[in-house]
């Protein structure tokens, strides 16, 4: 029972992996972005690899608890994964796709990355990974396995 953590933005994709029990998250990879065709086939190596159960993906909501245009693309993104998973040939389980509020994650990433006195360029480079360790974290903390 894996569960892959996606924080996606515009030109890359954080993705963390969690233990085989479900209890910690690690970063795996900053995925830079090329199209959707071969974002979608990264996210589903991964999945195939690891035999993931459940995506949980950082949902960009406004600091309102409202729906945004990021969000709307993210959601969008996910969608073509999980068309990827249903009509592929490459998965033959069930992968859940679960939500999850990455308000302020970002911001507490760069805090953590800042106190320890990471450099700048450092600090780019694996910043979206580090969120999508953070949101896999934050859920499988919640209990949700």
Same mark, same amino acid.
């Given at each position: 029972m894996r569960f892959l953590g996606?924080? *996606? /933005?515009? &030109?890359?994709? /954080? #993705? &963390? #992996?969690?233990?085989?029990? /479900?209890?910690?998250? !690690?970063g795996l990879e900053n995925y830079r972005r090329v199209s959707v065709k071969e974002d979608v086939n990264h996210m589903i190596d991964y999945i195939e690899e690891y035999?993931?159960?459940?995506l949980v993906v950082g949902l960009p909501l406004n600091m309102n608890a409202s729906k945004g245009p990021q969000t709307e693309k993210?959601? &969008?993104?996910?969608k073509q994964i999980e068309k990827k998973i249903r009509y592929g040939k490459? #998965?033959?389980?069930?992968v859940d796709v679960v939500y999850w509020d990455e308000r302020l994650t970002t911001t !507490? *990433?760069?805090? +953590? +990355?800042?106190?320890?006195?990471?450099?700048?360029?450092?600090r780019?480079? #694996? *910043?979206?990974?580090m969120a999508a360790m953070v949101i896999l974290q934050s859920y499988l903390d919640g209990g949700n396995r």
């Open positions: 996606l924080d *996606v /933005g515009d &030109a890359t994709v /954080g #993705i &963390a #992996i969690s233990d085989p029990l /479900g209890y910690t998250a !690690q035999h993931v159960t459940k993210v959601e &969008a993104f996910v490459r #998965i033959d389980w069930d !507490q *990433v760069e805090k +953590m +990355m800042i106190t320890a006195d990471l450099s700048r360029a450092k780019k480079s #694996i *910043v979206d990974k």
